[in-house]
């Protein structure tokens, strides 16, 4: 065993976090562990883990659900094409693996949703086969130690920290060093203020002796965020409202959000009811306006949103202004519908 694993598998047994998908060799219970902390914090992911492994303790109870079932317990903890991938996938195990969880990498990285990091995790936590984890926070503690200043983003980055990870890879220890690897760069040596005064690997690594702590890792682009202004419109008719089911490849594919007019930028309210997609959505003199909500600013990697809510009295029955892709369902039932995170904020307000 190199130093490198030596150091860092010591230090994970007395560091580590008792969390409960690391109590399991079960590869259904790691993967979907994986999926949630895919862009998912651990405090944050820990209770829907618990939430589906209770409702869906097996690949064939995720695979038999309905996918609105599914879409509800994942409502809240965003990127909502895990939870698509989620269900398709278990699908796939169930028939074409007759519910047993490949084994091999090649396999599981053939798996919807999951990219080379998943795979590697899934083969070494479940199957001890010996592929190195490698995300952010082991380029970035691999470019600390070994002070290297190839951009984590670029994919010269990735061949060179893929590469480095495999070699360092314990092969014999596969789950341990992978299991070590995370978690300490995680936890020890975070992004911002790492723990670099207690760490055991300071006498080897190059970015504390030449101080380069806060300039590595590199990173190349720079993420590009679009601003999108939202009017939902919530509609009422004798307790009734109108929601949609989300289609297409836009944000939040299969959850239900209000009817919605996107606009080019944020329109006051005498624009907005003067323009002409408010005019093609209802006639004149068929809806009062009870109230406008302040603008909701929701945060997405790529996206900000800054979201209005109109709430509209109608005179006419809402089947006859919604389109083909709403439906009507009694205000109250809104909660049995899976919504996304910001509609989630608007309700919880009201
Ligand atoms: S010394 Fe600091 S920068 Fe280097 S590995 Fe440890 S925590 Fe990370």
Known sequence: ????????????????????????????????????????????????????????????????????????????????????????????????YKGKFPSEYSEILALKGVGEYTAAAIASFAFDKPHAVVDGNVFRLLSRVFGIETPIDSSQGKKEFTSLANELLDKKNAAAHNQ?????????????????????????????????????????????????????????????????KRTGKDIWTNLYDFPLIETKKEFSEEEFLGSKEWKSFIEKNKYSIKSVSKVYKHILSHQKIYARFWEIVCTIPLEKIIGDTAIVIKQKDIHQYAVPRLIENYLEGK
């Open 1 to 96: 065993m190199n130093l490198f694993s030596k150091k860092i598998i010591s230090w994970f047994h007395t560091n580590k976090r008792d969390l409960p998908w690391r109590n399991t060799k079960d590869a259904y219970l790691i993967w979907l562990s994986e999926i949630i902390l895919q862009q998912t914090r651990v405090d944050q992911g820990m209770s829907y883990y618990l939430k589906f492994a209770k409702t869906f303790p097996t690949v064939k109870h995720l695979a038999k659900a309905d996918n609105d079932e599914v879409m509800k317990l994942w409502q809240g903890l965003g990127y909502y094409s895990r939870a698509r991938n989620l269900h398709t996938t278990s699908k796939i195990i169930s028939q074409k």
């Open 180 to 244: 070590a690897i995370m978690e300490f760069g995680a936890m020890q040596c975070k992004p911002v203020s790492p723990y670099c005064g207690v760490c055991p690997l300071n006498t080897m690594c190059v970015a504390y002796e030449k101080k380069l702590v806060s300039v590595l890792p590199v990173k190349e682009k720079k993420t590009k965020v679009r601003n999108r202004y939202f009017n939902y419109v919530v509609l009422n008719y004798k307790g009734t409202t109108a929601i949609n």
